[in-house]
């Protein structure tokens, strides 16, 4: 099993910035891929951010410019650099683990509030 803990949500006016950090604990397993999803009220989850394992990373449209995504594969822990945020970026954010299996791991969420 994988745990995934996401942290470094909150509150933050229109044009700031915030970072997210996600931490892995538990078995090692096989990856195709991991990245940021998120889910704002009343629509479906969406992939934000990835890395595959095939190297390469993909962004939302939505997002290119403004996220960045990296990781620390010493500290087992995935980032997603936020700026110039927009109300829109308002959602739960989730991490998420795909296993080579075709099964998925998920974190708890984060709630990033994008507000003046």
């Known amino acids: 099993q994988v745990q995934l803990v996401e942290s470094g949500g909150g509150l933050v006016q229109p044009g700031g910035s915030l970072r997210l950090s996600c931490a892995a604990s538990g078995s090692s397993i096989s990856i195709n891929a991991m990245g940021w999803y998120r889910q704002a009220p009343g629509k479906q989850r969406e992939l934000v951010a990835r890395?595959?394992?095939?190297?390469?990373?993909n962004y939302a449209d939505s997002v290119k410019g403004r996220f960045t995504i990296s990781r620390d594969n010493a500290k087992n822990t995935m980032y997603l650099q936020m700026n110039s945020l927009k109300s829109e970026d308002t959602a739960v954010y989730y991490c998420n683990h795909r296993a080579s299996w075709g099964g998925d791991y998920w974190g708890q969420g984060t709630q990033v509030t994008v507000s003046s």
């Open positions: 890395f595959t394992i095939g190297g390469t990373t």
